[in-house]
């Protein structure tokens, strides 16, 4: 078949692409999003959070106060949270969710108050 004189396989072909081929343009899609400034987040705002080996630890549970919680954020969400990508995680213990603004090494940066 052709389309104005060329053969159509020339339209058709597939792309593919390897992984590090994907990665670097994921990187660069999200160096040319404009982001929003800043939001200076009140210590109300953040919660503590430990990693031990590959899992990720709440020492207790903002909303029904379970202590020592084992989560099911992997290290790619803890990733994209330091890179400022919201994350949603749900919390095991009581199906609460909680979304993550930010992420340090240390605390998760939400945008509900979670200190009184």
């Not at 390897?18 to 009140?42: D, F, G, I």
């Not at 803890?78 to 930010?102: D, F, R």
Request: charged share 25%; net charge neutral; with cysteine.
């Amino acid at each position: 078949m052709y389309v104005l004189g060329k053969e159509i396989t020339q339209y058709c072909q597939p792309v593919v692409y390897n992984r590090r081929t994907l990665e670097n343009k994921r990187r660069e899609n999200l160096a040319s999003l404009q982001r929003k400034p800043a939001v200076m987040l009140n210590f109300e705002h953040s919660w503590p959070y430990e990693k031990m080996m590959d899992d990720i630890y709440i020492n207790e549970c903002p909303y029904c106060h379970t202590s020592n919680v084992l989560t099911t954020f992997s290290e790619e969400k803890l990733n994209n949270a330091k890179e400022g990508i919201k994350q949603l995680l749900v919390m095991p213990c009581c199906h609460s969710k909680l979304t993550i603004l930010n992420a340090d090494e240390d605390y998760f940066w939400t945008e509900e108050k979670l200190r009184s």
